[in-house]
């Protein structure tokens, strides 16, 4: 009886982690639709990206994307760098702490299905070094919350980032996904997520 209790037992959590990864994957392909649905009509109206002339770790620039974006989020609550729109400390996939409270140039809002969601600007070198997409001026990346104030609040798990490249936006890890990994940073890992069908498998 034993043997069959721990058989159940582990059956059962194969399921659990299952069912909660394909509810992850659902939300990353809602999320990602909709940063690039929106993307669309902001280009439309604002010009390409390349003339918005961003500086990066910059909150004014971090707004202006955001005021961009803004008219087609539908929003329940918008924080700008304040406590309230992003679950604190959040971390690295390695299990160190990636942030304990909100940096100066973030610009942070919740969406009304109730992802959380960070706005910056970054500058190109960091773009590429933290979030392997190669860009050549200062850019916008999303970092995504998919589960909102839910644990575990961490990379690869449940936020998962996407950067502006040119006009269009883009899954992080897209030209390097070193950082995916279980000894690195995670940031890079949506493109991973991406190109294994959803598979959530780091090492």
């Given at each position: ?9 582990l059956?059962?959590?194969g ?26 009509y ?10 918005w002339?961003l ?13 961009y974006?803004?008219?087609?989020f ?18 690295y996939?390695?299990g ?7 940096e100066?140039?973030?610009?942070m809002?919740?969406?009304a299905d109730?992802m ?33 104030d839910?644990?575990p609040?961490t990379?690869g ?9 040119g006009?269009?936006?883009v ?33």
């Amino acid at each position: 009886m034993g043997i069959i209790g721990i058989v159940a037992s582990l059956t059962y959590s194969g399921l659990q982690r299952h069912a909660e990864e394909q509810k992850s994957a659902v939300a990353i392909k809602k999320i990602y639709s909709v940063l690039s649905q929106v993307t669309l009509y902001v280009i439309k109206d604002h010009d390409s990206s390349v003339y918005w002339d961003l500086e990066g770790y910059s909150h004014e620039a971090s707004q202006k994307a955001f005021n961009y974006y803004e008219p087609y989020f539908k929003t329940l609550r918008v924080c700008s760098n304040d406590p309230g729109c992003w679950r604190y400390p959040s971390w690295y996939l390695s299990g160190y702490p990636y942030l304990k409270e909100t940096e100066f140039y973030n610009y942070m809002f919740t969406l009304a299905d109730g992802m959380n969601v960070i706005i910056n600007v970054y500058p190109p070198e960091i773009v590429m070094r933290d979030f392997g997409v190669n860009v050549d001026r200062p850019t916008v990346v999303f970092l995504a919350d998919i589960n909102g104030d839910n644990p575990p609040n961490t990379m690869g798990k449940d936020i998962f980032a996407f950067v502006l490249r040119g006009d269009a936006i883009v899954p992080s890890g897209m030209d390097d996904s070193y950082t995916c990994n279980v000894k690195s940073t995670g940031l890079t890992c949506t493109s991973r997520v991406i190109n294994d069908n959803y598979e959530f498998k780091y090492y």
